[in-house]
Structures are given as C-alpha cells and as structure tokens.
C-alpha cells in the first residue's frame, strides 16, 4: 500500500510541475493534401520570411507520405529500412521551413502535407514574434501543439 501511495504521489508530481510531458508548438502556415502544393509553398515561404528550406531530405513517398531516400535508409548493419519518416521532435527545434506528413503526429488531422516555419517551446519569445510576421503574409497561420513524452 505504501508503494502504491508513493507511486501515486511521484505521478502528480510529475504531472503537476510538467516533468512528464514536454510541449511543442510547431507554426503552420499552409496545409494541402498535395506534395507539390506543400512544396511549392515552403519555397516561396522560404524566400518571403527569409528562413532557410530544410526539408530534411526527406521525399514524397505513397505509403508514409514523407520518407527519407532510400540510401539514407540503411542501418549500419546493412539492412534496409525504407519508408522510414523519421518525425521532427523537440531535439529539433528552431527557424526554418519545413514540409511534415500530419498523420504520425499524435493529435493531427491525418493526410496533410505541413509547411512549418519553426517549431519551440511555447516560452520561445522568437517564435512568438515570427508567428506574427507569418501572418501578415498567411493570415491563417497557426501553431499545432504536441506533448511530447519526456525520455
């Protein structure tokens, strides 16, 4: 009974000071069930706000949406693991254009191709101030948020 207390005190604990879960937002500024909509907005993107294109690499791909080439796709015991999409996760954060497939993302309408202009902790003055910028330029503009589960 004590450990089960103990545990349940260290869970609120958890949850209560945000030691669990790490917020990210990641500000969206076109959507398109098209690849090449996608793509052609993230360069224009790109030029207009001045933030470098990082894609990633990665490529249009039928069955994820978004992979990595094939040749990236090789572990280093030599097997292939392809499609392989790997998601931009807080590690990732900063200013630059990207497209993301919305359907790994836990919480996210599946089967849309996202143009991010910068993705942060919801603190991040900077991202505050460009999502701002973004909409003067795309009105619609807009964070999609994630609770990322802390490792």
């Known amino acids: ?12 604990c ?14 969206v500024i076109h959507s398109s069930q098209r690849y090449i909509s996608a793509l052609l907005a993230a360069r224009q993107a790109s030029r207009l706000l001045d933030i470098p294109l990082n894609t ?3 490529e249009e791909d039928p069955t994820l949406g978004l992979s990595l ?26 200013i630059y ?13 599946p089967g849309y191709y996202l143009v991010i202009v910068a993705s942060g902790l919801p603190t991040n003055t900077r991202l505050n101030q460009l999502l701002l910028q973004s909409q003067k330029l ?4 807009y964070y999609k948020t994630i609770e990322w589960i802390k490792p």
């Open 56 to 58: 990633r690499s990665l």
């Open 97 to 109: 254009v990207s497209i993301e497939y919305s359907s790994p993302y836990p919480g996210w309408t």
């Open 1 to 12: 009974m004590t450990t089960l207390r103990s545990l349940t005190i260290l869970l609120l």
């Open 14 to 27: 958890l949850l209560q000071f945000n030691l669990w879960s790490q917020p990210q937002q990641y500000l």
């Open 138 to 141: 795309y009105g619609d503009a």
């Open 69 to 94: 080439n094939r040749s990236q796709c090789i572990t280093k015991n030599g097997k292939l693991q392809y499609p392989n999409y790997p998601l931009r996760g807080p590690q990732q954060e900063g």
